[in-house]
């Protein structure tokens, strides 16, 4: 049975820093596309960064440049480390895997072609 936690959530101030963390059972992290998406209250859910099975990575353009996502393989877990936090970042933060075997990632940071999504961690920045 897969299974992703995430933690790392918490509040901060306009500027600050935060790394969010999603370990996987269940579930290798290396090798599989995977990726952190966001939802605001009131707003849809929306794609933050992905990592494909390679290494390659996607930035959503609001959070390119202050966000970076890598994986730990001996620890088989995703991170994002956030950079330069905005109010706008004020969102649950979720992390997501695509189905087994799947190396690559959609281009576009889409939501569908995810199978295994954590239960988020909520992120607030205050100005």
């Known amino acids: 049975q897969v299974q992703l936690v995430e933690s790392g959530g918490g509040s901060v101030q306009s500027g600050g820093s935060l790394r969010l963390s999603c370990a996987a059972s269940?579930?290798?992290?290396?090798?599989?596309?995977m990726a952190w998406f966001r939802q605001a209250p009131g707003k849809e859910r929306e794609g933050v960064a992905d990592r494909d099975g390679g290494g390659r990575t996607t930035y959503a353009d609001s959070v390119r440049g202050r966000f970076t996502i890598s994986k730990d393989n001996a620890k088989n877990t995703l991170y994002l480390q956030m950079n330069i936090l905005k109010p706008e970042d004020t969102a649950m933060y979720y992390c997501?895997?695509?189905?087994?075997?799947?190396?690559?990632?959609?281009?576009?940071?889409?939501?569908?072609?995810?199978?295994?999504w954590g239960q988020g961690t909520q992120v607030t920045v205050s100005s």
């Open positions: 269940g579930y290798t992290v290396s090798g599989h596309c």
């Open positions: 997501a895997a695509r189905p087994i075997n799947y190396w690559t990632c959609s281009s576009g940071l889409p939501e569908r072609g995810y199978s295994y």
